[in-house]
């Protein structure tokens, strides 16, 4: 991996949903309300934090149906949390947001002790030790790792500062067929078409140069 390991905080990559706190209420990534209940989100901070509802590794199904409901279901919201990771509208590194992360973790008042906590973060001396915190965290369930410079100031949308490490899964196909490509790509390979050993037959239209 051609990065400088040690400037990056590596937190666990949770599968949740995406969740924004405004400060008064719950969003989805795309800005709808979540219909939260008021205890839910009671003695909550007036400042925005940006994280996933979650219920626990491999309760993503669960989480969505919850979270998705028009009707909060009380029995159902108490076994989510919001694990959140970023302070969005802070002008600072997220080193620096981290540290004001924990120092709002610190002050909740009890009633949201239950209901969200950030996401712990922490730090590898090289890369071979971040391969094997990936596979010991894949092995308990975990979907992956995050990669977070330090030094990196927020940014909306996909970032360069911000890295997904997950397990790869490999296997075997022959290649059976090719589609033709559309667009800027007519005239030549759009994907391949090939058969795995359960007799699957799919695509693959990336990974192939322009050449």
Known sequence: ???PITR?????KYDGLRAWWDGES??????????????FTAGWPPVAMDGELWAGRGRFEFTSSTVQSLQPND???????????????QPAS????????????????RTARQTWEVVPQWQVRDF???QTQLRQRAAQGAEGLMLHAGDALHMAGRSPALIKFKPLD????????????QGKHQGRLGALEVR??????????TGCTDR
């Not at 990056?8 to 666990?12: F, I, R």
């Not at 719950?26 to 205890?39: D, F, S």
């Not at 029995?75 to 509208?89: C, G, I, K, N, S």
């Not at 997220?94 to 008042?109: E, G, Y």
Request: positive net charge; without cysteine.
């Open 1 to 3: 991996l051609p990065l």
């Open 170 to 181: 490999d296997a075997e196909a022959v290649v059976i067929g090719h589609v033709p490509g």
């Open 196 to 205: 795995n050993d359960a007799g699957q037959v799919f695509r693959i239209g």
């Open 128 to 130: 071979a030790e971040l």
């Open 75 to 89: 029995t159902a919201w108490r076994q989510l949390r919001f694990m959140v990771f970023d302070l969005p509208e």
């Open 26 to 39: 719950l969003r989805t990534r795309q800005g709808h309300h979540i219909a939260a209940p008021a205890w």
């Open 94 to 109: 997220f080193s620096q947001r981290w540290q004001a992360m924990r120092a709002l973790q610190q002050n909740r008042p």
């Open 8 to 12: 990056y905080w590596v937190s666990e």
